[in-house]
DNA sequence: GCAATAGTGTCTATTAGACAATATGGG
DNA sequence: CCCATATTGTCTAATAGACACTATTGC
């Protein structure tokens, strides 16, 4: 493509945070591009929209990340759009950023396409430069996640659909990056009574068993 | 434009709730539209992008808020973006929602183009049908509003440079929409170090001088 | 002095964090 | 019983809201 060429109408794509934890430690979804521009870079998951098929940003968004690894999220946010001539080599583009969060228990179905590689990075710390702007989207991103864990129950969204509160307290750790009380840990998820105690359901091991829970219906997340 | 014309790209614009304070009320600027789609039609100002003379998308918003008004805004942010093929009848389009805020002071300097009347409507009940999905858009730039306010000192950019704390108390009354306790509004701002005296200066009137204060530099908003 | 508003002080209910104490399994 | 972890309780510092009090001007 002709990078002089003068575009009448911007280029329009959306690239997705998405976030998981691995092993307790919080990841981010890395995609090694296949096509150009910065064939062989890596990048966050993205790509342009297609007026025919998408019904909107956020649907987009779900079908480019379901192409590229064959699952469907089941929590996607937005969060800032990125504009300007220079930002994409192709021309003036607009790219909207979504986080999306996928429970641990889904990682292993995460498959990359045969043309493209995946890796699961860690956020703080990439270790390989992004194409476009895709780092500062990640710091964006990263930063935002921080923010809804702080202020509420995001986590859940990142486990299995039953888990204890030590798993669950574990979980808001690795992603705060700092340790919490345990005692107003539990007190706050009990005023939000965002979670509901599975009856009857332990976990065992060599010490006194551990509720395990469920989240309940709150309204957080659409469907498209 | 035939509206069965299959379009190879989306539409790509900007919508802004400019709100400002006029005699102590909240209120949220409207255009009347003088072009197809919708002429006639109330709606938020805004428009289509022009990748050649536009840096970005804040930069488009304030070029098209500046034509229409023949005023450049000092405070700009960026809220979501809005997409689908049905939201506007030329095709599908993504528009970004900015909010923007103008000191009660520069009200009289705002000026519609000949072609477009403007008003000044009540935000919460802006009284007639607007276009497209303004409605939704005018709903969640007022939510963000009074979110931000009650979090912090945003109505610093709806007053003029110079202000007592019982005019900036008023401010934030006017825009929450319900009365706050004085000595609390002066505690958190104490704190929160984000207003400076102007020493010597007072407002005299028929009761104590009240002290003039003025917003120190907070790394709030930026430039484009 | 009086009216009117500016500015300050005090009390209390709520909340988050630190930390201690108790509970309950396996071995 | 001992160990390890789950779960609960207590104390305290910080904070926000309610409300009362004092201060300073014009008249």
Redesign the interface.
Known sequence: MDPNK???????NTDVALFTLIDLELRVLLIRRANKPDPGGWALPGGI?D??VD????AAALRMLEAKIQVRVPYLA?L??H???KRDPR??S?S?LFFALLPSDQVPAVAGKKTEAIDWATPDKPGRKLSFDHADMLTEALARLRDDVARGTLPLHLLPPRFTLTELQRACEAILGRPLDKSSFRRQLKEAKSIAKVTGAFVRGPQRPAQVYRAVDNPTHRSW
Chains 1, 2 share one sequence.
């Open positions: 003068k575009r009448l109408y911007p280029i329009v929209i007026p025919e019904a909107s940003l956020e937005q800032s759009s504009s300007g001539p021309g003036w607009v909207t």
